[in-house]
């Protein structure tokens, strides 16, 4: 599953084109290569997918999409195919910052604005607040949903489902773990969910999010967040800058 491995999200596809869109967040060697370096018109060598168990479309009812940062983009699609079997659709959209919220006008066109709602942690757009306060004052001021389904940290995947857990809420979530084969074979993704351990790449990426161990899930991506840094400055500062001069040459 690349798309997590970058840390983006195919927002939509286009199959009479052949193409598909992808929302990618700078952070890592990898994303900040994907978006410095590629121009529109060039290619990717490879693209692998998609893998992974299918999301689980169906008739629940009142669905609440709550998208964290890139979640969003991770949720379009699945909007859209829940609206297709007559659900009712909100969506809450939420970010550090503004630059942070992301396909706010593809929510607001496809569930109308008045479903639409927007959390920015240092209240500078939207509602002031984090994916915990938007979940709980939807509940407590709209409706309580049938179905949640998250996509973001894990942090804030552990925050949603203290709620949905309380409430009694159903909660499919995108569990953001780490990938190498994505074919199930370096058990690098493995995920706590109850009281068994599943490969994300194959069983995921949307898991019973009551169930899931966050912590676990937190503790094991930040195993290598150090390492990740160091490589990304690394990256931005000695071989980035060679391999624009290069390019511009060529």
């Avoid at 700078?26 to 998609?50: C, D, K, Q, S």
């Avoid at 949603?160 to 780490?178: E, M, P």
């Avoid at 019973?208 to 500062?237: C, I, P």
């Amino acid at each position: 599953m690349l798309y997590q491995i970058l840390l983006g999200s195919i927002v939509d596809i286009n199959p009479e084109k052949g193409t598909f869109s992808v929302l990618v967040e700078a952070y890592n060697r990898a994303t900040v290569e994907l978006v410095e370096l590629l121009e529109e018109g060039e290619e990717i060598f490879n693209i692998e997918g998609p893998n992974g168990t299918p999301f689980p479309v169906g008739k629940y009812g009142t669905v609440l999409l709550v998208g964290q940062g890139w979640g969003a983009g991770a949720n379009y699609p699945i909007a859209k195919e829940l609206l297709s079997v007559q659900n009712e659709v909100y969506a809450i959209l939420a970010g550090g910052s503004r630059e942070n919220i992301y396909c706010e006008e593809e929510y607001k066109t496809l569930l109308g604005e008045e479903k639409v709602f927007v959390y920015t942690e240092d209240d500078d757009y939207g509602k002031e607040g984090g994916v915990a306060q938007a979940v709980e004052e939807f509940i407590r001021d709209v409706k309580r949903p049938d179905l949640v389904v998250f996509a973001g940290s894990p942090v804030g995947g552990e925050e949603v489902a203290q709620i949905t857990r309380d409430k009694g809420v159903k909660n499919f979530s995108l569990v953001a773990s780490t990938m190498l084969c994505t074919s199930g074979l370096c058990l690098t993704c493995r995920v706590k969910v109850g009281d068994k351990m599943v490969l994300n790449c194959i069983e995921g990426p949307y898991l019973d999010g009551n169930s899931v161990d966050w912590k676990m899930v937190t503790f094991r991506n930040g195993y290598y967040w150090d390492l990740e840094k160091e490589g990304a400055e690394y990256f931005a500062n000695k071989i980035l800058p060679k391999l624009k001069r290069k390019k511009q040459k060529t």
